[in-house]
């Protein structure tokens, strides 16, 4: 016959039950192939140019984000998440408990080789659960995308792709994004697409290799009224009466 517990030991037990720890890390790496990484690196810094004058908007890629403050179980890292209405700054992880309660609306999965379905699965139930609004999940390998949205966590998500999507607008982040023969974009709100680090970089080396070329020309402008102001002084003519 198995002997009950007493109640004031069970009680005992429950209290040194070790409390949540919320780790920063699952020990997971943050991509699996390199394509995977330039996608998830393109959306995340595409997303933080987009809303770098939003200080009530952050943004994060491959962050634990835990929705359940009395388990560390319960857990999710999204390779982008964007989340409007709390501030920028430094997390370890997002402890949904402690930012007023706001789940990320807008979450971005990128497709490795080794994703399983039953892994997808349970991606999909966990961000349908806890109160995401918007979720794409793109595979830059097999060149798949779907995408999931709904107006609030008490609708069903839909699937903007199956409904014929080509041109989408973001009702929560206001940014386009086209999916035409299989190629996936994203749009800043000037209409720009999202650009690599590297092509960002080159941007910003034509631009200033552009002001240097308009400087110069300036100058040589200067340069040359200058001297024909002289001539005409030497001449016996006022430049200033002309």
């Known amino acids: 016959m198995q002997q009950r517990v007493p109640q004031e030991q ?3 037990e429950k209290f040194q039950q070790p409390e949540a720890t919320f780790p920063d890390s699952d020990g997971k790496p943050m991509a699996e192939s390199t394509l995977q990484f ?3 690196a393109l959306i995340k810094q595409g997303m933080e140019l987009a809303f770098q004058e939003r200080p009530d908007v952050f943004v994060a890629g491959d962050l634990l984000w835990y929705p359940d403050k009395s388990t560390d179980k319960i857990r999710q890292a999204p390779d982008v998440m964007v989340v409007v209405g709390r501030p920028k700054g430094y997390r370890g992880s997002y402890k949904q408990f402690n930012e007023e309660g706001i789940a990320p609306q807008v979450v971005f999965e990128i497709m490795s080789p080794r994703n399983r379905p039953g892994e997808m699965i349970r991606k999909y139930e966990f961000y349908e659960e806890y109160g995401v609004l918007e979720y794409y999940v793109y595979d830059p390998h097999k060149h798949t995308l ?9 609708d069903y998500w839909v699937n903007a792709i ?3 999507f080509t041109r989408w607008k973001s009702s929560i982040l206001g940014l386009e994004m086209t999916w035409i023969d299989k190629v996936f974009t994203l749009y800043q709100a000037d209409g720009t697409p999202f650009l690599s680090y590297t092509e960002l970089a080159e941007k910003n080396r034509l631009a200033e290799t552009e002001l240097r070329r308009t400087e110069k020309l300036i100058q040589d402008t200067q340069l040359k009224t200058e001297k024909l102001a002289e001539k005409l002084r030497s001449l016996g003519i006022d430049p200033d009466s002309l």
């Open 38 to 40: 330039e996608w998830i």
């Open 162 to 164: 199956v409904h014929g």
């Open 146 to 154: 779907e995408v999931y949205t709904r107006a609030s966590t008490d």
């Open 10 to 12: 069970e009680k005992n």
